[in-house]
């Protein structure tokens, strides 16, 4: 079987690659991004990042929950290595993870389609993974997870039908069966970057 490949990463102020696993709410990201996570525990070179969110804490993701105004601060001082609005929420990744990008690390985040030429125009190489689902899945499981009400559950689905008309990823990872299958491909892609 002929070695499939991925895109070259551009030229950038750190040798690692910043893996922006993208998509649409409801895509399946944090399970697909998980189970990679324990596929992947013993592989040296990779960085699963824990994002810092303006949100009350919630079983459905691991993440650091922050009040707004905390999250300001931090922000002006620096202390995220990237940072962005999306859904009415501020996200943000450690500036500590710059040290695992010098070193050549992968580091696999949770990110936003809106933020990768922003990480991008930092000079930060980003290898931009969309996880999708068909429409009826995404709908479904924004409403499964029980974070949103039914006004904020229709301001992500138009949210990401207006990002399915103007994004591009540099690699699609269907999500519509299990997740163990999108998780396999996940792991694939971040192997081949972590090895770089």
Not at 32 to 48: H, K, N, S
Request: proline fraction near 6%; glycine fraction near 6%; aromatic fraction near 6%.
């Amino acid at each position: 079987m002929e070695a499939e490949s991925f895109p070259a990463p551009p030229a950038a102020r750190f040798p690692g690659t910043l893996i922006a696993v993208v998509g649409p709410s409801g895509a399946g990201k944090d399970t697909v991004i998980r189970l990679a996570r324990d596929e992947l525990a013993v592989v040296p070179g990779i960085v699963f990042a824990t994002r810092i969110i303006t949100r009350p804490p919630h079983p459905s993701e691991a993440y650091e929950a922050i009040g707004a105004e905390a999250f300001a601060v931090r922000e002006a001082a620096g202390d995220f290595l990237i940072s962005w609005r999306a859904n009415g929420l501020a996200y943000g990744l450690p500036a500590a993870l710059a040290q695992d990008l010098a070193q050549g690390f992968a580091v696999v985040a949770n990110f936003s389609r809106g933020a990768v030429n922003a990480a991008r125009n930092k000079a930060i190489r980003v290898l931009a993974v969309e996880i999708t689902a068909d429409a009826r899945l995404l709908a479904e499981r924004i409403d499964a997870r029980g974070r949103e009400d039914a006004a904020m559950c229709e301001d992500r689905l138009a949210r990401n039908a207006a990002y399915a008309e103007s994004f591009r990823a540099d690699i699609v990872i269907a999500n519509n069966g299990v997740p163990e299958i999108a998780a396999s491909r996940l792991s694939e892609v971040i192997r081949i970057y972590a090895l770089q």
